[in-house]
């Protein structure tokens, strides 16, 4: 069965990166619906000054949902960070933590935050008993988004799938949350969200390249795969007998 148009999927795909450039080419393309980074990404794209970097991709962004990640371990920090964050923008939602490195809950702040109205991207969560312990931090809050990593679980021989569509069910009596398919391993992952309702997914710029090889014909996709083989074998200078 050929697999849907991108264009048709019902979840909402949003780039997940730090590079500003990739970041430019993305938001120009219709199926891209908001954006999301955090430390690492940023600093493995050699971003040095968070906030001035925010600020200026907020300029060219200002209209899409952007996700910006609080970086200190202490609660009343994260606290202060999640202030000075919201305050980049309209479409900025702050992401905190499920813990801090300890393992301590951050259930406290983010009822305190979500009763600001702060809109809020929970992030780091990889089961369905973190989500049950802060569902109820949101009653009456924002838009705020449930970020559960379902690649990192399935780097672990665990199928998400399940857990997943459990969360979607989970999320249903909160209209103001939506759950994230965080951390996708393959393309095939934006497809496995959208048949079980999960409202966004991440995906890095690399998966993202692999969209043009959506309905691709798998005959000619073979022959393409021969043909490489052929050609690398070639420029390598390999020979037998």
């Not at 730090?18 to 794209?45: C, E, H, V």
């Not at 200002?62 to 200190?72: L, N, Q, R």
């Not at 009653?139 to 990192?152: D, H, K, L, T, V």
């Not at 209209?175 to 398919?181: A, D, K, M, S």
Request: charged share 25%.
């Amino acid at each position: 069965m050929t697999p849907k148009r991108v264009q048709d999927l019902q979840t909402k795909i949003f780039g997940d990166g730090a590079d500003r450039d990739g970041i430019l080419a993305l938001n120009q393309k219709s199926y891209i619906k908001g954006f999301t980074t955090n430390p690492t990404l940023m600093r493995k794209a050699g971003i040095t000054d968070y906030e001035q970097f925010a600020r200026s991709i907020l300029k060219d962004v200002p209209d899409k949902p952007f996700s910006f990640e609080v970086f200190a371990d202490d609660f009343p920090t994260m606290e202060k960070q999640a202030m000075i964050i919201k305050e980049w923008g309209k479409n900025v939602y702050v992401k905190i933590p499920i813990t801090n490195t300890k393992g301590e809950s951050a259930k406290d702040l983010i009822r305190v935050l979500a009763g600001r109205g702060l809109k809020l991207n929970i992030t780091a969560m990889m089961n369905l008993r973190q989500v049950e312990e802060i569902i109820d931090c949101f009653s009456g809050s924002p838009s705020s988004y449930i970020s559960i990593f379902a690649g990192r679980v399935a780097d672990t021989g665990r199928d998400p799938l399940q857990m997943m569509a459990d969360a979607v069910k989970l999320l249903a009596p909160y209209p103001n949350l939506e759950l994230i398919w965080a951390s996708p391993r393959e393309l095939l992952n934006i497809y496995h969200a959208d048949s079980i309702g999960c409202q966004i997914i991440t995906v890095t710029h690399d998966i993202l390249k692999k969209l043009e090889l959506v309905g691709k014909d798998l005959d000619e996709y073979s022959l393409d795969t021969v043909k490489m083989f052929y050609e690398d074998g070639q420029k390598s200078g390999f020979k037998l007998g």
